[in-house]
């Protein structure tokens, strides 16, 4: 089983390619964009130690000689330090431009990998091999690339497009429950912004997926990736359309900062919370029915992700803390917020210009102290 999902970009196209038997294939599906043979993976301690021998086999019968770097895991190493450190590594490697990156991980790997490929030399080839459900709908896909601050999450970044992605479904069999219910987060975010026939399937088939049904697998992947792609094509540098990927991530990356960027809160269940919020919010503010509100929020719930701020460890979090941490977001302008909101399941749009107030408003009606 294997599908390719195009994300068409002029010269730098390339192929996000969806199966069930990547892995063992991916050294001779990577050899022709390593000319000199070489590459540097990247990965994690965790998925080093899980499927880092069978990849560096697999490039080994291809020809391909690959030079393991492996980085401690969580969303702390994706950081000014973490990049430091592997910048430094990487050129005690002595990589030139005729070699490549392999990011092999989630998305902290992905994000990190990536941007260091694009201010190495000035800029290295890179793929991404993405090992968690989120990763392969959405972080792998697009270029966008980035690390960590204490202002923010991936506020210093490049956009830098990977010349191949392989999403190998059976590499999550050994995904964590609680991670694939968070990576399952950004699959139903694109039924709710943009495909509410892809939603309605997700209503009936998301148990499937979050389990790790093969088929049900393939088709959530495989039509994330398209509408991702679509998107991206169109809006590559997120100028207009492509901001609606963002679809409860303003809410969502302040609660992450909040917690602290670990473990009591990951980035697909911020994510979760943050289109519930994105729903609400847009209902409080007439944009769109109750109805379609309680829609969405059932949804994501019945995948066993929190909808709700009272559900994080540590919680309730303060308004005013948390419309801070939104106007540090790169999508702010001049002190007003900019939000992903929406007219209806499927139906999203960028709302700028939104008043702090309303926003702390609600957010102390959802829960929140002042």
């Not at 899980?50 to 019968?61: E, I, K, P, S």
């Not at 969580?74 to 950081?79: A, P």
């Not at 309680?294 to 995948?303: D, M, Q």
Request: net charge negative; charged share 25%; glycine share 12%.
């Amino acid at each position: 089983m294997r599908r390719a999902a195009p994300v068409r970009l002029a010269d730098r196209s390339y192929d996000v390619l969806i199966g069930d038997d990547l892995l063992d294939d991916a050294g001779a599906l990577i050899r022709p964009f390593a000319p000199r043979g070489r590459t540097a993976l990247i990965t994690d301690e965790t998925v080093a130690a899980l499927h880092g021998d069978r990849l560096v086999a697999a490039m080994d019968r291809a020809g391909v000689t690959a030079s393991v770097i492996a980085l401690p895991p969580g969303e702390q190493t994706k950081s000014f330090e973490g990049l430091a450190s592997l910048c430094d590594r990487m050129l005690r490697l002595e990589l030139d431009r005729g070699d490549v990156v392999t990011a092999f991980g989630g998305g902290v790997i992905g994000d990190l990998a990536g941007f260091a490929a694009a201010i190495y030399k000035r800029g290295i080839d890179f793929v991404q091999i993405p090992t968690t459900l989120l990763a392969q709908v959405d972080s792998s896909v697009g270029g966008k690339t980035a690390i960590d601050t204490p202002h923010g999450k991936n506020l210093i970044g490049a956009f830098h497009q990977p010349r191949l992605v392989l999403a190998d479904l059976r590499v999550l069999a050994t995904l964590p429950a609680r991670e694939m219910r968070a990576g399952y987060a950004e699959v139903i975010k694109y039924g709710l912004l943009g495909d509410s026939e892809f939603f309605e399937w997700l209503e009936e088939n998301g148990g499937r997926v979050v389990a790790g049904d093969l088929e049900a697998l393939a088709f959530a992947v495989s039509r994330s990736v398209e509408l991702k792609a679509e998107i991206v094509a169109e809006d590559e540098k997120e100028a207009g359309r492509r901001a609606l990927l963002n679809l409860g991530h303003t809410f969502g990356h302040a609660l992450e900062a909040e917690t602290g960027y670990g473990g009591t809160l990951l980035h697909g269940e911020g994510v979760a919370i943050g289109c519930a919020q994105a729903f609400r919010f847009s209902a409080s503010q007439g944009l769109v029915s109750n109805a379609d509100a309680h829609r969405a929020e059932a949804a994501i719930a019945l995948a066993g992700l929190p909808v709700r701020m009272g559900q994080i460890p540590g919680a309730p979090f303060s308004a005013e803390a948390l419309v801070r941490h939104m106007s540090q977001d790169k999508k702010a302008e001049g002190g007003r917020l900019t939000f992903i909101l929406a007219k209806g399941v499927g139906a999203a749009f960028t709302a700028k210009g939104v008043e702090a107030g309303a926003v702390r408003a609600f957010l102390q009606a959802d829960g929140a102290l002042p």
